[in-house]
Nanobody
Framework: QVQLVESGGGLVQPGGSLRLSCVAS????????MGWYRQAPGKQREWVAV???????TYADFVQGRFTMSRDNAKNTVYLQMNNLKPGDTAVYYC?????WGQGTQVTVSS
């Protein structure tokens, strides 16, 4: 079973940027359905971005053009570039592939 490891979280000021990485333990032939989720304190986990058919990507409405998901097949890695971060983006961000979840990486947006 594939394992996922996230990294790249941290503390950033509003308007700042972070790039999250999700490294898979093996090559993933199809990233269909693979994506990023987040969970803020006291809230349910919500999806942020997901690969759909034909390697298209769908983003949650709250992303509003600020985040970009991409992948590097040679490195078995999926990225989430996050720009113009807001305090409301504070959450633990998780990578997901089917039934597999990473351990999460904390993103805190605060001045």
């Amino acid at each position: 079973q594939v394992q996922l490891v996230e990294s790249g979280g941290g503390l950033v000021q509003p308007g700042g940027s972070l790039r999250l990485s999700c490294v898979a333990s093996r090559s993933i032939f199809s990233t269909y359905g693979m994506g990023w989720y987040r969970q803020a304190p006291g809230k349910q986990r919500e999806w942020v971005a997901v690969f759909t058919a034909g390697d298209s990507i769908t983003y949650a409405d709250f992303v509003q053009g600020r985040f970009t998901m991409s992948r590097d097949n040679a490195k078995n890695t999926v990225y989430l570039q996050m720009n113009n971060l807001k305090p409301g983006d504070t959450a633990v961000y998780y990578c997901n592939y089917g039934l597999v979840w990473g351990q999460g990486t904390q993103v805190t947006v605060s001045s």
